[in-house]
């Protein structure tokens, strides 16, 4: 379960931000365009987050 979550964003990184062909020469290049990929991936899953009502739970005492 925890494998394919974490094929699933790789998935993501390479066909929606077309990740699949690094464009920075050398691993630290490699490492920093990496990163930025990754970053914007968290600010997109943290936007859906805030945009979501929250949840209304009634607490009911009987």
Not at 30 to 44: P, S, Y
Request: charged share 30%.
């Amino acid at each position: 379960r925890q494998r394919k979550k974490v094929e699933m964003q790789f998935a993501h990184l390479k066909r929606i931000l077309r990740l699949g062909r690094l464009r920075l020469r050398g691993p630290r290049g490699a490492q920093d365009e990496f990163v930025l990929a990754a970053i914007a991936q968290n600010l997109r899953r943290l936007a859906s987050f805030v945009a979501r009502p929250p949840p209304s739970h009634t607490l009911r005492i009987a």
